[in-house]
């Protein structure tokens, strides 16, 4: 075989289609993240919330007239006040990064809180029930299952919490979890449920509406 040849079976070679690991791929697959930004002191939202309903009365009051003295004095030093809060309030934010996980990870974890706390269902008083007709089972409520389950969905999608002086912390044993659920404002959970359900969704409708024309290359 001359050395023409032999170039020509590599190309060939490298040309030709190749094998894959399906496994491997789902084990890198690129899963979204996101961050999100919370605010720890109860104490200062309460007086940026008291503040803010101070200047809002006050505006309404003025309505389109023009400001008196005394108004405009008053509008000036609730405005510092704002201002000085808010600069207080910066240090107080620590950034949430939460990253997506798989939809297998998801019953996963289900599976685990329905372990701990077994599916029930209500019982029958309905007369056909009773005498064998047939009735539908209805779930029992479980708010133990369902925090169990969020609380394993937090460990699971938290990659990283950084504070105002960019310290980080990466590892989230399940005691820190279930701290922060017990811990944290209202606020700051319903902005991290919020995140981890809309990484759920949003990528998937994407592209199930996305149309062939959006991702063909030009």
Request: glycine share 4%.
């Given at each position: 075989?001359?050395?023409q040849?032999d170039?020509?079976?590599?190309?060939?070679?490298?040309?030709?289609?190749?094998?894959?690991?399906?496994?491997s791929?789902?084990?890198?697959?690129?899963y979204?993240?996101?961050?999100?930004?919370?605010?720890?002191?109860d104490?200062?939202?309460?007086?940026?919330?008291?503040?803010?309903?101070?200047?809002?009365?006050?505006?309404?009051?003025?309505?389109?007239?023009?400001?008196?003295?005394?108004?405009q004095?008053?509008?000036e030093?609730?405005?510092?006040?704002?201002?000085?809060?808010?600069?207080?309030?910066?240090?107080?934010?620590?950034?949430?990064?939460?990253?997506?996980?798989?939809?297998?990870?998801?019953?996963?974890?289900?599976?685990q809180?329905?372990?701990?706390?077994?599916?029930?269902?209500?019982?029958?008083?309905?007369?056909?029930?009773?005498?064998?007709?047939?009735?539908?089972?209805v779930e029992?409520e479980?708010?133990?299952?369902?925090?169990?389950?969020?609380?394993?969905?937090?460990q699971?999608?938290?990659?990283?919490?950084?504070?105002?002086?960019?310290?980080?912390?990466?590892?989230?044993?399940?005691?820190?979890?279930?701290?922060?659920?017990d811990?944290?404002?209202?606020?700051?959970i319903?902005?991290?449920?919020?995140?981890?359900?809309?990484?759920?969704?949003?990528?998937?409708?994407?592209?199930?509406?996305?149309g062939?024309d959006?991702?063909a290359?030009?």
């Amino acid at each position: 075989m001359s050395d023409q040849d032999d170039i020509r079976e590599a190309v060939d070679e490298a040309k030709a289609p190749g094998t894959f690991n399906i496994i491997s791929v789902l084990q890198n697959r690129n899963y979204p993240k996101t961050e999100v930004s919370v605010m720890l002191d109860d104490q200062l939202a309460y007086q940026a919330a008291s503040i803010k309903e101070k200047i809002d009365e006050l505006d309404t009051a003025i309505g389109k007239g023009k400001m008196s003295v005394n108004q405009q004095a008053e509008r000036e030093r609730l405005l510092k006040e704002k201002d000085d809060l808010i600069d207080e309030m910066a240090k107080c934010f620590y950034t949430v990064e939460v990253s997506g996980i798989s939809e297998g990870v998801r019953e996963e974890i289900f599976a685990q809180a329905k372990k701990s706390y077994p599916i029930e269902y209500e019982s029958s008083n309905n007369l056909s029930d009773l005498l064998g007709g047939e009735s539908k089972r209805v779930e029992k409520e479980s708010p133990e299952r369902d925090n169990l389950f969020t609380d394993l969905l937090w460990q699971k999608s938290i990659v990283k919490v950084t504070d105002p002086d960019q310290n980080v912390q990466t590892e989230f044993p399940y005691a820190a979890i279930k701290s922060m659920r017990d811990q944290f404002p209202l606020s700051a959970i319903i902005r991290i449920n919020e995140a981890i359900e809309k990484m759920r969704s949003s990528s998937a409708i994407f592209m199930m509406e996305t149309g062939e024309d959006f991702l063909a290359k030009p």
